[in-house]
C-alpha cells in the first residue's frame, strides 16, 4: 500500500508502507506515520530518551517507534504476550527480526503493567533518562488506564510524549472520562493533538505531554501534515488542540 504522506525516517516509512500489515494489530498506519514523524521531531531537537509501550500484541506499533529510535536508545515492550494463544511472544521476537530491529535494542516485560514500578521501568532500560516516549494500548477499563498514566507520567521525559490508543472509540466509552479526569489532577499535561482513527478497528489516539512543551510541536504537526489538519482542532474548554484526520472537512451549511 502506498500512503500520501511520511514521518520522514526512511526505515518507519518502508515498515509502515510494506510490512505494516503482516503484523496484526489495531493501531492504524495514520497514527504510526505521525507518532514516528514526532519522534523524529524530538531527534531533531535533542530530545532523547528511551520509549516503551504497554499492550505491545504482535508488535505492529512497537516496530514502528523502534525503526525511529537513535542509536544507544531503547524500547520497552510490555505485555502478558498470552493473548490469543502463549506462542505471541515467539511471535513478536519473529516480527522483530523479520522487520529489521535488532533485538539488542529491545527490553521485553512479559506481564502485567500494574506489577511495575517506576523504579522497575528504569532499571529494566538501564537508564535514568526520562522517556521521550509512552505509548498506552493496555488493559481497557478506567482503573487501568488511570494507572498506566500514572505510571508513564512519572517516568516521562520533561518533554516527552504519552500516546493513548483508542480514544473515542464506541466500544469503550468511560476510558476518555478517566483520562480527563487524570487530566484534571495533572494540570502540567495537555493534549497535545488527536489523531482520528482510519476506522472502528484503527481507533484515534491522544497524544499528551506537558503544557510547557505544548509549543515545541504543535506549530510543526499543523505544518508537517497540512493535508491531515482539522483547522477547527479539538476544544478541551480552556484550551484548543490539533486534530489530524485522513480526510478533513468542513460540513457544508450554506
Known amino acids: 500500500m502506498t500512503i500520501a504522506f511520511r514521518s520522514g525516517l526512511a526505515a518507519c516509512d518502508h515498515y509502515i508502507e510494506a510490512l505494516y500489515d503482516s503484523v496484526r494489530g489495531m493501531s492504524s498506519r495514520f497514527a504510526a506515520t505521525i507518532t514516528c514523524h514526532l519522534m ?19 508488535g505492529r506499533f512497537f516496530i514502528a517507534l523502534a525503526h525511529a529510535l537513535q542509536a544507544g536508545e531503547k524500547a520497552l515492550a510490555i505485555d502478558l504476550f498470552n493473548w490469543p494463544n502463549d506462542g505471541l511472544l515467539d511471535l513478536f521476537r519473529q516480527h522483530l527480526a523479520r522487520c529489521g530491529i535488532d533485538e539488542a535494542g529491545i527490553v521485553i516485560h512479559k506481564g502485567a503493567s500494574d506489577e511495575l514500578s517506576p523504579a522497575d521501568i528504569r532499571a529494566k532500560l538501564g537508564s535514568e533518562a526520562g522517556l521521550r516516549l509512552f505509548h498506552i494500548d493496555g488493559e481497557h477499563s478506567r482503573e ?41 489532577r495533572h494540570p502540567d499535561m495537555k493534549v497535545l493533538a488527536i489523531i482520528d482513527r482510519e476506522d472502528i478497528v484503527a481507533a484515534a489516539k491522544f497524544v499528551l505531554c506537558r503544557a510547557d512543551a505544548v509549543s515545541l510541536y504543535e506549530d510543526d504537526l499543523m ?7 482539522f483547522v477547527l482542532g479539538a476544544e478541551f474548554e480552556s484550551y484548543f488542540c490539533v486534530v489530524l484526520t485522513p480526510k478533513p472537512r468542513l460540513a457544508e451549511v450554506d
Do not use: K
Open 223 to 229: 505544518a508537517s501534515f497540512p493535508a491531515q489538519h
Open 144 to 184: 487501568a488506564i488511570t494507572r498506566d498514566l500514572d505510571l508513564a507520567h512519572a517516568v516521562m521525559h520533561a518533554q516527552g510524549l504519552i500516546i493513548l490508543d483508542d480514544m473515542l472509540h464506541p466500544g469503550y466509552p468511560l476510558l476518555v472520562i478517566a483520562v480527563h479526569d487524570w487530566l484534571q
Open 40 to 58: 523524529r521531531r524530538q531527534s531533531d531537537m535533542g530530545i532523547n530518551g528511551p520509549i516503551a509501550e504497554i499492550g505491545t500484541f504482535e
